[in-house]
């Protein structure tokens, strides 16, 4: 066959294949995302970041910075509104919420305002006012009440923001914060066991949390805790003047169901989020990623990967239970 003859049977087949549908423009065409089996490595969608959004309050009449963290790609997404640690800001965690994106979430950061906020003297732990609580909770939650606006600051985001799925996680005082909108109770404004959450809330994902006895958290607080919920200590991460184990009860007084624990060997406070050097980060953002696979995408191997995998990937250097 001759070269003329070839290069006419190659284009008769090309256009019956285009007419049938079956080729179409690499131009025009993104290939999909290969799934990712790894939750400890970075996921398959290219990262982005907006690093300030004034979100617009209109209950306080004011402004909420947050940073955002998302992937690239068609959506929905689900959404993870995180709290920083006390004295922090929204750019806290930014290892964890780019790799939080990469697996297809979006992360938003805000910041808060905790002036004034300290330990109480004479080992009387976190103890902020009524205000500066209403007000930090307030500035996770206007999150959820702001995805139009986020949609309308990010282009890239319209319409891909999925409301049904929603998460929230802290770090210290901020795992406090993701706790109470999940709906632990705490005693508050002269009330005993108020429920603060907010029912949008369908997962929680707190880091070095408080136990009894601080920002009014009782033993009867996570009683009727009942949404998933993955809770990260470490070992050096006692509080000076409360028991060792203080930080695990909040688990401990959790009722069963769908709820997880990961006690991390030799992190500090503020290792887990990769502010300060330290292996945390790693053993993090492995079970994050499966947790919220979990709870907001339904993914059975996402909870598969807790239950057994994350095991296998932190080897002894870090522990998880399940209950």
Same mark, same amino acid.
């Given at each position: 066959?001759?070269?003329?003859?070839?290069?006419?049977?190659?284009?008769?087949?090309?256009?019956?294949?285009?007419?049938?549908?079956?080729?179409?423009?690499?131009?025009?065409?993104?290939?999909?995302?290969?799934?990712?089996?790894?939750?400890?490595?970075?996921?398959?969608?290219?990262?982005?970041?907006?690093?300030?959004?004034?979100?617009?309050?209109?209950?306080?009449?004011?402004?909420?910075?947050?940073?955002?963290?998302?992937?690239?790609?068609?959506?929905?997404?689900?959404?993870?509104?995180?709290?920083?640690?006390?004295?922090?800001?929204?750019?806290?965690?930014?290892?964890?919420?780019?790799?939080?994106?990469?697996?297809? %979430?979006? &992360?938003?950061?805000?910041?808060? @305002?905790?002036? $004034?906020? =300290?330990?109480?003297?004479? *080992?009387?732990?976190?103890?902020?006012?009524?205000?500066?609580?209403?007000?930090?909770?307030?500035?996770?939650?206007?999150?959820?009440?702001?995805?139009?606006?986020?949609?309308?600051?990010?282009?890239?985001?319209?319409?891909?923001?999925?409301?049904?799925?929603?998460?929230?996680?802290?770090?210290?005082?901020?795992?406090?914060?993701? %706790?109470? &909108?999940?709906?632990?109770?705490? @005693?508050?404004? $002269?009330? =005993?066991?108020?429920?603060? *959450?907010?029912?949008?809330?369908?997962?929680?994902?707190?880091?070095?949390?408080?136990?009894?006895?601080?920002?009014?958290?009782?033993?009867?607080?996570?009683?009727?805790?009942?949404?998933?919920?993955?809770?990260?200590?470490?070992?050096?991460?006692?509080?000076?003047?409360?028991?060792?184990?203080?930080?695990?009860?909040?688990?401990?007084?959790?009722?069963?169901?769908?709820?997880?624990?990961?006690?991390?060997?030799?992190?500090?406070?503020?290792?887990?989020?990769?502010?300060?050097?330290?292996?945390?980060?790693?053993?993090?953002?492995?079970?994050?990623?499966?947790?919220?696979?979990?709870?907001?995408?339904?993914?059975?191997?996402?909870?598969?990967?807790?239950?057994?995998?994350?095991?296998?990937?932190?080897?002894?250097?870090?522990?998880?239970?399940?209950?």
């Amino acid at each position: 066959m001759t070269m003329n003859n070839q290069f006419c049977l190659l284009r008769s087949i090309h256009f019956r294949l285009l007419a049938a549908g079956l080729i179409v423009s690499l131009w025009s065409v993104t290939a999909p995302a290969q799934e990712n089996t790894s939750y400890s490595d970075p996921g398959t969608f290219p990262v982005h970041n907006m690093e300030t959004i004034a979100l617009k309050d209109n209950l306080r009449g004011t402004e909420v910075l947050v940073r955002v963290y998302y992937p690239e790609g068609a959506g929905p997404f689900p959404v993870i509104a995180f709290s920083h640690m006390n004295g922090g800001n929204k750019d806290m965690f930014s290892e964890i919420g780019t790799h939080w994106a990469s697996h297809g %979430f979006v &992360a938003v950061h805000s910041s808060h @305002d905790d002036t $004034g906020v =300290t330990m109480a003297p004479n *080992g009387g732990g976190m103890q902020p006012s009524e205000q500066k609580v209403r007000d930090r909770l307030r500035d996770v939650i206007v999150v959820f009440d702001a995805l139009d606006q986020i949609e309308r600051d990010v282009p890239a985001l319209a319409e891909k923001l999925d409301r049904e799925k929603l998460a929230v996680a802290g770090h210290s005082y901020g795992s406090f914060i993701s %706790f109470i &909108a999940g709906g632990v109770t705490i @005693d508050i404004g $002269g009330e =005993t066991n108020t429920n603060l *959450g907010d029912s949008r809330v369908k997962c929680i994902l707190p880091m070095s949390p408080s136990g009894p006895g601080d920002y009014g958290l009782s033993d009867a607080s996570w009683r009727n805790l009942a949404m998933p919920t993955l809770i990260f200590n470490g070992t050096n991460d006692a509080r000076a003047g409360r028991a060792e184990d203080w930080r695990m009860e909040p688990y401990r007084l959790s009722p069963e169901g769908n709820k997880f624990q990961i006690i991390i060997e030799g992190a500090t406070h503020r290792e887990y989020g990769g502010d300060i050097p330290g292996d945390a980060p790693k053993y993090v953002k492995a079970a994050s990623a499966a947790f919220f696979d979990f709870c907001l995408n339904g993914t059975a191997e996402g909870k598969s990967y807790l239950q057994g995998g994350f095991d296998e990937f932190a080897d002894g250097a870090a522990t998880i239970s399940f209950k």
